[in-house]
C-alpha cells in the first residue's frame, strides 16, 4: 500500500476505539502510570504490526501512512502516542532495511507480529553523541553475543517492553572501538529504576534502565561500526524513522490543541459583546493563526515520509531535512498549544482541562533529539560545510 490519499486511518484506529484512549488519559496522567488498557486495546487492533509486510502478518503500511496514524493517536493520547512510537521506530527501521534489500531485523517484524513489544534504549546521560557513540560497554562473548553493561535513559514503555533495542561500546575486540547495536530480553540482568516523575508525558513510562551484563545472543547483534557518523542503512533507518514518527506525535498534538481552540470559541460568551468568542476578532486572528501554522505541518511530514518510503537520494542533506522536520513540528505544535491556551482562558490552566495536560505533553519535545541545537548544527554543517578545526 502506497497511497495515502485513499488511505481511511479508522480502519486501523477506529473512532471508539480513540475514545476510550481518549477517556483514560487523564486517569493515566494524574496516577503517573503506564496506559496498560491503550496497549492490549491497540495490540488486539494489530497496530503494533501496522509496519510489518502483510506477508509477515502485518498491515503491509507505508511510512507515510503510519505517520498519519500517528498524528490520529496522539490527538487522543499523546503519552500512549509517544511510548507506541519508539515501538514503531524499531519495526519502521527494521521495514527501511528490508525495502532495500536487508532482513536483519526480520526477527523484529516477527516478533511485532505476533504482540511482542520491542523498546529503544539509546539515551545515555550527558551523551551528546547519541547514536554515534555510548558510554555503555559491549563485551563480546565467545558465541558471538554480547553482554551489555551501562545506563540507558528515557526508556519508554519501560513496564512492558519484551525486547530491548540498544547500542553499546566494544572496546576490546581487535577492530575495536566498535559500536554494537543489538537486542537484549528482559532478564534479571536489566534492572528498571521506578524514577519517571516528570512535568507531562507521564504515561510513556520512559524510566532508566540499569543494564548489568545483560546478553544480546549472537543473532540478535544487527551491527558493529565504527563510532562517530556513518553511512550505514541502519544509522539512517534508526534516524529517519525516529525523526518522523516524532515530528508525526507532535503534529497530532497540535491538531487537537487547534480543535480545542475552536471549540472553546463557540463555546464561550463574551460578557462584554454577549457573543461567542468565534465573533470575537482578536480570537478569530489567533486560530487562524494557528490554522496556518498547522497546515504548513502536513505536506512537510507527508513529503519526508514518501521520501523514505520510495528511497530517494537527498545525499548529504538528508540528516538536515529529518533534524530540521522534528525541530520544526516541534516548536510549532508548541506555539500552537500556548495560543491554544489563550483562546481558552484561565480555565485551561487548571490540570483538569485537557489543554493543560497537552501544555505540559507538548514540552517535551524540546528534548527529544535532535535537540534545537543538535538540529541547528546539522543544517549549518549541510549548508556550510564542517566548522573548521581550531
Known sequence: MDAVSDFDPARYLPDDLLERIRSWAAAVDAGNVFPDEDLVELRAAGYLAILVPESLGGAGLSLAQAS??????????????LAINMHLVWTGVAKVLADRGDDALRFVQEGAAAGEVFAFGISEAGNDLVLFGSDTAATPQPD???????????????PVWDQLGLHGLDTTSADAPRLVFGFVPRTDAVRTRDDWDTLGMRGTQSRTTELHEAIAPADRVVRRLAPGPNPDPLVFGIFSVFELLLASVYTGIARRALDLAVETAHTRT????????????????????????????????????????????????????????????????KRIVDEAMLVAGGSSYFSRSELSRLYRDVLAGQFHPSDPESAHSTVAAAWLGPVDPA
Open 68 to 81: 498519519v496514524l500517528q498524528q490520529r493517536l496522539a490527538g487522543a493520547a499523546p503519552a500512549t502516542a
Open 270 to 333: 463574551s460578557k462584554k459583546t454577549g457573543r461567542s468568542y468565534s465573533q470575537d476578532p482578536d480570537i478569530r486572528w489567533r486560530i487562524a493563526d494557528m490554522a496556518l501554522t498547522y497546515d504548513g505541518m502536513l505536506p512537510q511530514l507527508d513529503v519526508i515520509a514518501r521520501d523514505i518510503d520510495a528511497r530517494a537520494d537527498h545525499g548529504a542533506l538528508w540528516f538536515a531535512k529529518l533534524s530540521g522536520l522534528k525541530h520544526r513540528a516541534v516548536t510549532a505544535a
Open 144 to 158: 558471538g553475543g554480547y553482554a551489555f553493561t551501562g545506563t540507558k535513559i528515557f526508556t519508554s514503555l519501560a
